[in-house]
């Protein structure tokens, strides 16, 4: 009868521990991964030269997008297809998505959002230019400002 009081307290006290420190336990045995160990780049994206885009960023990384994105170039037109895939156009919009087609990241499950073209494509066309001396691998992170 002893054994079987020690056991059941013992297991009550094991019980009452996991679920009043579940987060304790879970990263005691399952190490959080750093999505900025590898950054090698960080991006600030101007929200006052393209408010739209720079608003769509934030909008779906809040949602939980990451905001890394491992540029993957050769990747982009399949990215882009997969990801406007039954989302249809609309007159004078274009279908943004985050993350980007030429991110690794991108592609099926990206956020879209229809915007106005100019910030669209000014911006796509700012990134661009930002990046063009990474090469496909480089991680980097995005920050709008």
Same mark, same amino acid.
């Given at each position: ?21 579940? !987060? ?8 959080? #991964? ?19 885009? &720079? +608003?769509?960023?934030?909008? +779906? ?14 990747? &982009?037109? !399949? ?21 980007? &087609? ?7 499950? &990206? ?11 000014? +911006?796509?066309?700012? #990134? ?18």
């Amino acid at each position: 009868m002893k054994n079987k009081l020690t056991y059941l307290l013992s297991l009550l006290i094991i019980v009452s521990f996991l679920y009043f420190n579940k !987060e304790s336990i879970l990263t005691f045995f399952i190490k959080p #991964v750093n999505q900025d160990t590898e950054i090698s780049h960080t991006l600030i994206f101007p929200s006052d030269r393209f408010p739209e885009t &720079a +608003a769509h960023i934030k909008s +779906a990384i809040e949602k939980g997008d990451s905001s890394v994105c491992t540029i993957d170039r050769k990747g &982009a037109d !399949e990215n882009r297809k997969e990801s406007l895939k039954g989302i249809p156009t609309r007159p004078n919009l274009d279908r943004d998505e985050f993350p980007m &087609a030429m991110c690794a990241e991108g592609g099926k499950g &990206a956020d879209i959002m229809y915007i106005n073209p100019s910030d669209n494509r000014g +911006a796509g066309s700012w #990134v661009s230019n930002q990046l063009e001396k990474y090469p496909d691998g480089t991680r980097v992170k995005i920050i709008v400002k």
